[in-house]
């Protein structure tokens, strides 16, 4: 890292070194940016607020007089139309200090970043507490448009889904429970019906496991 590169703990303290006004703006942004990629996470990168799931999804840094965004290159040429009244170079796009900042676009250069990155990695996510496992994993790669579905789950959502079918003993059952999920997700359904939820998630359960996701 450059020594001209200010370390910050987190994004929360490089919030805090700016002043009120353009600590609102900063935190717009981010705002923005978590209601479009909940999952991704939050930290500091190159000095700067950086959202990260795959890898970097997007960041952002005050400069003198804007709020410089990166979402990179692919995403500055296909939200070409929306980012002309803005100063732009090859991955950054410059909000003015003095100007509101575009929540929409926002939002939209992120899922854009977000379905480019899924769609690139054919990345599945995790459950809260259950990884995912490759039987799983096969049955939603194997028909186009679910991976999208599964991805759109909530981290609890998707756990209840692995949870309900890897708690099963026999493999015939498993299969059968790995073919509902594949309807019901294709149909729309988010999760599990008649099921209690993970009992995993209870905190007297907690001792039987070595590894928890946050």
């Known amino acids: ?15 805090s070194k700016h002043p009120d006004n353009i600590k609102e703006l900063l935190e717009t942004i981010r ?6 990629a909940p ?5 500091i990168s190159y000095g700067m607020p950086a959202f990260k799931q795959t890898k970097g999804l997007i960041y952002y840094a005050v400069n003198k007089n804007h709020i410089g965004l990166y979402p990179g290159a692919e995403a500055i040429v296909h939200f070409k139309k929306e980012l002309e009244k803005y100063t732009t170079s090859k991955g950054a796009i410059q909000i003015p200090l003095g100007k509101s900042v575009p929540v929409a676009l926002i939002k939209k250069i992120v899922k854009f970043r977000l379905e480019a990155d899924m769609k690139k990695n054919e990345v599945l996510l995790d459950g809260i507490y259950h990884e995912l496992t490759d039987d799983i994993k096969n049955a939603i790669k194997s028909k186009k448009g679910v991976i999208d579905k599964w991805n759109s789950l909530t981290p609890i959502q998707r756990n209840e889904w692995i949870c309900w ?11 059968e429970h790995i073919e509902r999920m594949m309807e019901e997700l294709q149909e729309g359904i988010r999760q599990p019906c008649c099921w209690p939820g993970c ?7 907690q001792k039987w496991f070595s590894k928890s996701k946050k």
């Open 1 to 15: 890292m450059s020594a001209l590169i200010k370390k910050y703990k987190d994004i929360d303290e490089y919030h």
């Open 31 to 36: 705002v923005a940016i978590k209601q479009t």
């Open 39 to 43: 999952n991704a996470a939050e930290t």
């Open 165 to 175: 079918i890897t708690t099963v003993k026999k493999t015939e059952t498993r299969n």
């Open 199 to 205: 009992p995993h998630r209870k905190p007297n359960f």
